[in-house]
Every structure is written in C-alpha cells, then in structure tokens.
C-alpha cells in the first residue's frame, strides 16, 4: 500500500531571474519520483505573476517540453505539466470591477490560451499576488492572517470562500492546493462545494493549512482528498510529510485518499486527454 502520485511539485523554473525558489530540474525530479516508487508525477511550477513564477509561456513551452522528454528518458512513470495557477481573491465580490469594468477573473492574468497548454490544472492563494500596489497587498495579508479576529472578518471570511468557490466554477481545476493557507475562507464550505464538482482538496506536505476540525468536518462529507509533496528539492518528491500526520491525527480514511493505492481521477479535459496519450494505465491501480 502507498502513493502512487505526487501532483505538486516544483522545479527551477520557479524563479525570479537568476534566484531560484526551488531545486533540481524536470529530470532530476522525474528521477525521484521514480525512485520513491510512483507511476506519475506532475510538476506545477508557480503561476507567471508569482514572484517566482515561470517566467512566461516560453518558459512554459520549454518546462512541458522538458516534462515529455523525461518521461522518455526514465520510463514507467507519466510526467504531466502544469502550473500552480493563483487565486484572486478580488473576485469574490462581483461588484469589483478591473480596468475593463469586468469582475475580477478569480486567476490572476491566466488567459484561455495559458489555460489550454496545462495537463493538470491546480489552483491556490499566495500572499501578495493580485493586487498591484504593495499598500494594497499588505493590507489584504493583514486582515487574513494577524487581525484574524477583527469583526469584519465574517465579511472578509465569505469574501474569500465566494472565490474559491467561483474559481471552481469558472476553471476545471482539478485540486485546491494548500486550501485556506495565508488567507481566510469556510475551508469546510469550499471543500463540500468542491466535492460536489469532482474536485480534490491537497493536503499538502510541507503546510499545514487546515485544522483538525475542519479536516474532520470534511471526512464527514464525503470529501475526497490528494496527498501532494509541494516538493522544491528533488529529494522531497514523493515525501507527503504533513498530510500523511493529518491523515493518522484526524483519522481520515484512505478510501477518501484518491492517490493512495489507486491514481486519481481528476476532472478537468486537459488531463484526462494527457492520460490518454500516454501509455495505458495498469489496470490494478486504476478507479
């Protein structure tokens, strides 16, 4: 019995310039996962407007071409390219409006076209992305994360649950990843709303995101789950260090685990159609 997937994890295409956020190329991670004993792995670099994000659609081109050919190179494990794709929490009120007079996209500058080229589809906040002035940035990190108990933060707490649920509408995300890090929502609301969508909630192996109440609350109903590295360094791929603790500490079946002993079945047509490019799935393992 273990995991047969790791569907977040980092490589240096992750960067800003020459500062690099994480370790080890495609190929050195495609290697480990190898190694540790899976049959697929994707690497979703950060979004092209995180600080260390892949640095535009070349870039992009260059990560999926580096993906096809490790898959090539190591053999018996499916690569599958993405990105980890950042939540605007500006789209949560309707009434918002950006340049254009539009609602707010609930991603931050992810065209249809960017959208197109992914082979799995994640989708997740980060502090200080989204807003175009630092004023503006502090101020949101703020009210979520230190003045967790100003009274407005019902509003706020709504606010943010309305995104990630308009995030699940508008995109065919196929995970949350670390859901509620650094930012305020109903984490059991988004994760019953994302059940009801065919969408998996991370529990992520370098954050702890989620109490052991609302994970709890989640076993509850039915939610389904994908245990993800977050890897940056090579070594770490496959290591689901914090979410294998939350599954013993909350007591969360492994049948809710859809990348335990089985590979999961995530819902969005880009990745299915990657899947189906690829060689055939062993039966044993499959849904």
């Given at each position: 019995?273990?995991?047969?997937?790791?569907?977040h994890?980092?490589t240096v295409?992750?960067r800003?310039?020459?500062?690099l956020?994480?370790?080890?190329?495609?190929?050195?991670?495609?290697?480990a996962?190898?190694?540790?004993?899976?049959?697929?792995i994707?690497?979703t670099?950060?979004?092209y407007?995180?600080?260390y994000?892949?640095?535009?659609?070349?870039?992009?081109?260059?990560?999926k071409?580096?993906?096809?050919?490790?898959?090539?190179?190591?053999?018996?494990?499916?690569?599958?390219?993405?990105?980890?794709?950042?939540l605007?929490p500006?789209s949560?009120?309707?009434s918002?409006?950006?340049?254009?007079?539009?609602?707010?996209?609930?991603?931050?500058?992810?065209?249809?076209?960017?959208?197109?080229?992914?082979?799995?589809i994640?989708?997740?906040?980060h502090?200080?992305?989204?807003?175009?002035?630092l004023?503006?940035?502090m101020?949101?990190?703020?009210?979520?994360?230190?003045?967790k108990?100003?009274?407005s933060?019902?509003?706020?707490?709504?606010?943010?649950?309305a995104?990630?649920?308009?995030?699940?509408?508008?995109?065919?995300?196929?995970?949350?990843?670390h859901?509620n890090?650094?930012?305020m929502?109903?984490?059991?609301?988004?994760?019953?709303?994302?059940?009801?969508?065919?969408?998996?909630?991370?529990?992520n192996g370098?954050?702890?995101?989620?109490?052991?109440?609302?994970?709890k609350?989640?076993?509850?109903?039915?939610?389904?789950f994908?245990?993800?590295?977050?890897?940056?360094?090579p070594?770490?791929?496959?290591?689901m260090?914090?979410?294998?603790?939350?599954?013993?500490?909350?007591?969360?079946?492994?049948?809710?685990?859809?990348?335990w002993n089985?590979?999961?079945?995530?819902?969005?047509?880009?990745?299915?159609?990657?899947?189906?490019?690829?060689?055939?799935?062993p039966?044993?393992?499959?849904?």
């Amino acid at each position: 019995m273990a995991f047969l997937g790791d569907y977040h994890t980092h490589t240096v295409y992750s960067r800003n310039g020459k500062k690099l956020h994480a370790k080890g190329s495609v190929l050195e991670n495609v290697k480990a996962a190898k190694a540790a004993g899976l049959i697929e792995i994707a690497v979703t670099d950060h979004g092209y407007k995180h600080v260390y994000g892949v640095e535009g659609e070349d870039a992009y081109a260059r990560l999926k071409a580096d993906c096809a050919q490790a898959e090539k190179a190591v053999g018996g494990i499916k690569v599958y390219a993405g990105l980890e794709n950042n939540l605007n929490p500006k789209s949560g009120d309707p009434s918002e409006k950006d340049k254009n007079g539009q609602p707010y996209p609930p991603f931050i500058e992810c065209s249809q076209n960017v959208i197109d080229e992914l082979e799995i589809i994640q989708g997740g906040y980060h502090a200080f992305i989204g807003t175009p002035k630092l004023f503006g940035n502090m101020m949101f990190w703020t009210r979520n994360v230190i003045f967790k108990f100003l009274p407005s933060r019902k509003e706020l707490i709504a606010h943010n649950t309305a995104a990630y649920k308009r995030m699940i509408d508008e995109y065919p995300i196929d995970f949350i990843g670390h859901l509620n890090r650094g930012i305020m929502a109903d984490a059991v609301e988004v994760a019953k709303y994302a059940r009801s969508k065919g969408v998996y909630i991370e529990l992520n192996g370098r954050h702890k995101s989620l109490t052991e109440n609302e994970i709890k609350q989640m076993v509850r109903a039915d939610v389904q789950f994908i245990c993800n590295s977050d890897a940056h360094d090579p070594k770490d791929v496959g290591k689901m260090t914090f979410g294998e603790q939350m599954i013993k500490e909350c007591g969360i079946p492994y049948e809710l685990i859809a990348n335990w002993n089985r590979l999961p079945d995530f819902r969005s047509p880009n990745f299915k159609a990657a899947r189906k490019s690829k060689d055939k799935t062993p039966e044993c393992v499959t849904e």
